[in-house]
């Protein structure tokens, strides 16, 4: 945490574009992302990873392949 704040709290004031998320083996923090309010801001684009790599869903189309 970063000068106090919590990452639901950074991720809202900053809106990055994207969001990897810790190794799966950091439940606790994992956890505390996935039931904030910011995360439901973004769309998981990687399946299977055991960093799971998130999206801004109004920059889906940005960082979609093409194929």
Request: aromatic share 8%; proline share 6%; net charge positive.
């Given at each position: 945490?970063?000068?106090?704040?919590?990452f639901?709290e950074m991720?809202?004031?900053d809106?990055?574009?994207l969001?990897?998320?810790?190794?799966r083996?950091y439940r606790a923090?994992?956890k505390?992302?996935?039931s904030?309010?910011?995360?439901?801001?973004?769309q998981r684009?990687?399946k299977?990873s055991?960093s799971?790599l998130?999206v801004r869903?109004d920059?889906?189309?940005?960082?979609?392949?093409?194929?």
């Open positions: 945490v970063h000068a106090g704040m919590t639901d991720c809202t004031r809106q990055p574009e969001i990897f998320l810790p190794h083996n923090l994992n505390e992302i996935m904030g309010s910011c995360i439901k801001g973004y684009v990687i299977r055991s799971p998130f869903r920059k889906l189309k940005q960082y979609r392949c093409k194929r």
